[in-house]
């Protein structure tokens, strides 16, 4: 599903996941910290734009 952003782009909500957990995956390489960091940017991204499926 593709959701327009603060940018008003179009993006796919997985797609966008997928390039912040690279991002994150490069800022924090222990994997507890990625993963919650991960998990707090799908809970804001979810009550800005609606679940991800």
Known sequence: MKTK???GIFA???EVLQKV???L???FPNDEDCKKHLEWYKVK???E???IN
């Open 25 to 27: 995956l490069v800022a």
């Open 21 to 23: 957990e690279v991002g």
């Open 12 to 14: 796919d909500k997985t």
């Open 5 to 7: 952003n603060e940018f």
């Open 45 to 47: 991204w979810e009550e």
């Open 49 to 51: 734009y609606g679940k």
